[in-house]
């Protein structure tokens, strides 16, 4: 995977369950929330920061850092019992 990709789990104020920022090249490109549920987590994406004109990655990258932070909040919801 491409180690330009992280994740960050955090609690925001914005929302009561934790949440997955998606981070490229220390910018963020996405944060996944799981809001309504474990089985209805969505997705807020980010534009490029300025100067750019799109973010351009590998798709399977993307993809698998995406399953990643799925699975990391799963994780989290576990462990403090909210299924």
């Known amino acids: 995977m491409n180690d330009k990709f992280k994740i960050r789990l955090c609690s925001d104020l914005d929302y009561e369950e934790m949440v997955a920022d998606i981070c490229y090249?220390?910018?963020?490109?996405?944060?996944?929330?799981?809001?309504?549920?474990?089985?209805?987590?969505?997705?807020?994406?980010?534009?490029p920061e300025q100067g750019m004109l799109s973010w351009k990655f590998s798709l399977n990258d993307?993809?698998?850092?995406?399953?990643?932070?799925?699975?990391a909040l799963l994780?989290?919801?576990?462990?403090?019992?909210?299924n």
């Open 25 to 47: 090249d220390n910018n963020t490109v996405a944060i996944i929330t799981q809001e309504n549920g474990s089985n209805n987590m969505e997705i807020d994406i980010f534009p």
């Open 75 to 82: 994780k989290t919801r576990k462990m403090s019992g909210n």
């Open 62 to 71: 993307l993809i698998n850092i995406l399953q990643i932070a799925k699975k």
